[in-house]
């Protein structure tokens, strides 16, 4: 049974860091490509970044270039999403997500398994 499950989010202030984890387990994670995406209720889902089976290759939205960095840990079967000067329009429930294939994608749709989300509150 594949599961992810992030960790990491919490509150902080505008300016501030956070490290989003998302632990892997029942599936090899270096044959997938790896996502992170946010939704605030009543909005669609909004793609952050994605990062390729090896980890060689990245996308970014543009709302989060050079503030954002994913990274990955195949021996941990684990990916981190370092969010740094935060904005309160960064506000939403973060996700991680599975694509089977190693190349990134941007569209949600794409996406083979989901973990349930963690809340970043960014107060201003």
């Known amino acids: 049974q594949v599961q992810l499950v992030e960790s990491g989010g919490g509150l902080v202030q505008a300016g501030g860091s956070l490290r989003l984890s998302c632990a892997a387990s029942g599936l090899t994670l270096k044959y997938y490509a790896l996502g992170w995406f946010r939704q605030v209720p009543g909005k669609e889902r909004e793609f952050v970044g994605s990062?390729?089976?090896?980890?060689?290759?990245?996308d970014y939205a543009d709302s989060v270039k050079g503030r954002f960095t994913i990274s990955r840990d195949n021996a941990k079967n684990t990916v981190y999403l370092q969010m740094n000067n935060l904005k309160p329009e960064d506000t939403a429930v973060y996700s991680c997500?599975?694509?089977?294939?190693?190349?990134?994608?941007?569209?949600?749709?794409?996406?083979?398994?989901w973990g349930q989300g963690t809340q970043v509150t960014v107060s201003s």
């Open positions: 990062i390729s089976g090896s980890g060689g290759n990245i």
């Open positions: 997500a599975a694509a089977a294939g190693v190349y990134t994608r941007t569209n949600y749709k794409e996406y083979n398994y």
